[in-house]
């Protein structure tokens, strides 16, 4: 047991002592050190008389001005996102192709037959007024108690295929099948007015002749005045006329009969 004594008191020997924590630590002076006081006698109203090496001193404010960087592209109006209109932009019915105002000279072209017709708004191919006139063809049809809404559709397309050949045949520049349907669609404006005397008068008699024979040349006249005028096909108004008065014709047969 003397031996392991000895080994205790020899083993790690060091001239530390716990008083001595009192007196200096951690490389700090012999003077007092606040921090030992106890709690309430600290005077906090004294300012610090060290700083930590540790802790940053505070900077001054920055009070340059903040870096904008200066916009080398200044899009225009029309190209920006948030200032973009669609004042510039047609309307959609335009769009669509559906043109009030050149469905309104095609049809005071039609109702004056001798109206120079434009050949540049006659060439368009506007379906809409053709659609509303065989619509209203079959609407004055149906009031006189017939239902032929389906003869209506049905020979208007065979006459507009039939016109279509034609018409590609005798002209040098051609023709597209939309043009051919809208200008007779158009044309048909008169005949509307012979069914709608149909349903007040009877078209069977001598009156009703004339009235048919007139109306079928005033069908017949538009329509070929407008194929000569979009076509520039000069002198051929008779040759394009006949056709058209057999087609217009058989409309008129359905109003009378």
């Known amino acids: ?13 060091s001239s530390y002592s716990v008083d ?13 050190n606040p921090y030992n006081k106890p709690y309430g006698q600290y005077d906090y109203s004294q300012p610090m008389g060290y700083s930590s090496p540790g802790v940053m001193q505070p900077q001054q404010p920055y009070t340059g ?17 948030y200032s973009s209109s669609f004042d510039d932009e047609p309307p959609l019915l335009e769009e669509l192709g559906i043109n009030f105002d050149h469905i309104w000279q095609k049809t005071l072209t039609v109702l004056h ?3 120079v017709a434009d050949g540049s708004i006659m060439n368009e191919t506007d379906l809409a007024g053709p659609m509303v006139f065989c619509l209203a063809f079959g609407a004055t049809l149906l009031l006189s108690g017939k239902i032929q809404f389906g003869y209506v559709y049905g020979i208007s397309a065979i006459g507009c295929l039939g016109m279509y050949c034609l018409l590609n045949l005798m002209s ?10 809208s200008v007779l669609g158009y044309c048909l404006l008169p005949m509307i007015l012979l069914s709608s ?3 007040v008068f009877s078209l069977q008699g001598m009156m009703g002749i004339i009235l048919t024979a007139a109306i079928i040349g005033w069908c017949s006249f538009s329509a ?7 076509l520039a096909m000069d002198g051929q108004q008779l040759l394009v006329a006949y056709p058209c008065a057999l087609l217009y014709g058989v409309f008129a047969l359905i109003s009378v009969f």
């Open 65 to 81: 001005q903040i870096f904008q960087p200066t916009q080398t592209y200044t899009p225009s109006p029309s190209q920006s996102m």
């Open 1 to 13: 047991m003397s031996g392991f004594d000895n080994f205790n008191t020899d083993f790690y020997q």
């Open 113 to 115: 037959p001798m109206k």
């Open 197 to 199: 005397f149909g349903v």
């Open 20 to 32: 001595d924590q009192s007196q200096a630590g951690y490389g700090y002076s012999n003077t007092e």
């Open 224 to 230: 070929s005045k407008i194929f000569i005028s979009a």
């Open 172 to 181: 040098m520049t051609g023709v597209s099948f939309g043009c051919v349907a």
